[in-house]
């Protein structure tokens, strides 16, 4: 699964920067007047000045090379489905089952194209890993009074809110598990010495996180360009195909059989985790309630989702393949829970069943993905070409302003960037001739 999009990315892959990698432009070749101001500036409901930071550092060790964002993107989902792979097996004592290919499969699909092969989504793949780093963290430890627990729970949680609004979603219940674990903790164990700050280190991560969260919403602006759902049932059903598309979109085929699917896996894998956590007391509850507590969050943030996106869906009758992998972690959640708390009977098949779903819809994403790959690489070396052969920028920006950069009045910005991009000496826009930025 990842020596897939590794070979798609020698085939389709291209240098030119495409829709919002153009914002990327101007501080990579220094004419960003305030880098601060850019970092922190609203893209939609996005702040995003961690994935940004990241992307522009990789954009200038590789002198504006676009596609070190898809390899970044490839690599940090290989890199967290092995970990996944490694905890389950862990869990089940030294022993790999072939239902956890379910985590490649789901993660680097070539349905998620979007994900995989847009630079700029480095800014859902970084929230998305740091997510599924925490989960791991929940069920591979009994507690988060571990030191390393501790870490890496409260490093990830303070990192989300600088994320978007889709890392910002995990922080409120997550923050409220930290602070209790940290209570808890201090509590239950008279600690001494060095150990007592792990408890102040989770409540100071949970408490720092809430305060990113609350400064992202200072002078913040609404996007006019989305409206919020209409109704609770276009809400609900919305949320619902948010899920199910988790499975990619070979979910749109059938989205009843699909959301059938989905929401009856995940609702008996709810079932499993709250029985435990009514059945069982001290650190088996406390475990229990770590993993309920991540799971109904990405039950919150498809309600979330479902209202934020439901009119635009229904404008546009489809779903966009970036938003595959918001849901995602909510299944390896379940698969977890059945691993944890499900019988030993059930367990094995429900996650057979889950891994089944998955591969079955595999064929279908791939196609999906390659139909749509095959579509772009055609346009973005149709630009590469016109360029070498000294095609205008004007004449450029407006054959391609519409695929590049879906802003009407923003199709300037092409031009612009392809200015600084040729001045800056970053290829293929070095080759561009003078008088391709002076014809009209």
């Known amino acids: 699964m990842l020596l897939i999009p590794l070979v798609c990315i020698a085939k389709y892959s291209s240098k030119i920067p495409f829709l919002e990698d153009l914002l990327l432009v101007a501080p990579l070749t220094g004419n960003e007047p ?13 702040r995003i000045p961690l994935p940004k930071l990241i992307l522009l550092f990789l954009l200038k060790f590789t002198n504006g090379d676009f596609r ?9 989902l290989g890199a967290i489905s092995f970990a996944m792979i490694l905890v389950a097996r862990k869990l089940r004592g030294g022993r790999t089952s072939f239902a956890d290919a379910f985590f490649p499969i789901a993660l680097l699909h070539l349905g998620n194209w979007d994900n995989l092969f847009w630079s700029w989504m480095i800014v859902f793949i970084i929230p998305t890993v740091l997510t599924l780093v925490l989960l791991l963290v929940l069920v591979g430890y009994s507690t988060l009074s571990s030191p390393v627990a501790a870490v890496i729970a409260g490093t990830c949680l303070v990192l989300l809110p600088l994320c978007g ?3 910002l979603l995990i922080v409120p219940l997550m923050a409220l598990w930290l602070i209790y674990s940290g209570i808890h903790y201090w509590q239950a164990i008279k600690i001494q010495g060095s150990h007592r700050w792990i408890s102040f280190f989770l409540i100071g991560s949970a408490v720092i996180a809430l305060c990113i969260s609350a400064l992202y919403f200072v ?9 919020p759902s209409r109704s609770f049932g276009m809400t609900i059903d919305t949320a619902i195909k948010l899920l199910a598309f988790s499975f990619g ?14 929401i009856g896996f995940l609702l008996s894998s709810a079932v499993v985790v709250v029985l435990w956590v009514l059945n069982h007391k001290n650190l088996e509850r406390h475990h229990a309630m770590g993993v309920l507590f991540f799971f109904v969050n990405f039950a919150l943030f498809a309600l979330v989702i479902g209202w934020g996106r439901a009119e635009n869906i229904r404008f546009y009758n489809s779903w ?25 009977k059930l367990r094995s098949i429900a996650q057979i069943v889950l891994f089944s779903g998955m591969f079955i819809a595999l064929p279908f994403n791939m196609k999906a993905g390659l139909d749509y790959g095959s579509r772009h690489w055609q346009t973005m070396n149709t630009i590469e070409k016109e360029l070498l052969d000294g095609t205008p920028c004007s004449v450029i920006a407006e054959g391609h302003g519409g695929f590049h950069i879906i802003w009407e009045e923003k199709k300037t910005m092409l031009t612009s960037a392809m200015r600084m991009l040729h001045d800056a000496g970053i290829m293929p826009f070095a080759q561009m001739k003078e008088d391709q930025f002076n014809q009209k």
């Open 68 to 76: 070190i964002g898809m390899l970044f993107n490839v690599f940090s």
């Open 249 to 262: 979109q070979a979910a749109e085929i059938s989205w009843n059989l699909s959301r059938i699917f989905t």
């Open 320 to 344: 966009w393949s970036r938003y595959i992998h918001f849901e995602v972690p909510a299944l390896c959640a379940a698969f977890f829970i059945w691993e944890l708390y499900g019988s030993p």
């Open 219 to 227: 002078n913040y602006e609404r996007a006019p360009y989305y409206s």
């Open 34 to 46: 305030d880098l601060a101001k850019w970092l922190w500036a609203q893209n939609n409901e996005h």
């Open 165 to 167: 609004a889709n890392g």
